[in-house]
């Protein structure tokens, strides 16, 4: 049974850090992203990372502030949010894709196959 779970979130102040994980569990994937939901707007990516390269895509909206990276050891992947911002304040969910597709197919919704529970990241001024 595969499962994604998310922790790591909470309430932080403008221009601090904060590190969301998802551990994964029951099977292996090509590709791992990253997407938030703020209230009353639609899901939009945030980061993917390709398991085996490592390669990586952001959203314009976090590139250089946030970070995505994965630990093979623990099946884990991890989004670093540094120099977070209020518009940042979401629920954030990862996401398991088996498919291998082109780096930029990865920044769909529709490209992921297995989905979190969401975790609430919280930015106050």
């Known amino acids: 049974q595969v499962q994604l779970v998310e922790s790591g979130g909470g309430l932080v102040q403008a221009g601090d850090s904060l590190r969301v994980s998802c551990a994964v569990s029951?099977?292996?994937?090509?590709?791992m992203g990253w997407f938030r939901q703020a209230p009353g707007k639609e899901r939009e990516f945030v980061a993917a990372i390709e398991w085996g390269s490592s390669m990586t895509l952001y959203a314009d909206s976090v590139k250089g502030r946030f970070t995505i990276s994965k630990n093979y050891a623990k099946n884990t992947v991890y989004l670093q949010m540094d120099s977070l911002k209020t518009e940042d304040t979401a629920v954030y969910y990862c996401?398991?894709?088996?498919?291998?597709?082109?780096?930029?197919?990865?920044?769909?919704?529709?490209?992921?196959?297995?989905w979190g529970q969401g975790t609430q990241v919280t930015v106050s001024s």
């Open positions: 029951g099977r292996t994937f090509s590709a």
């Open positions: 996401a398991a894709d088996a498919t291998i597709r082109s780096l930029n197919s990865y920044t769909r919704v529709t490209a992921y196959d297995y």
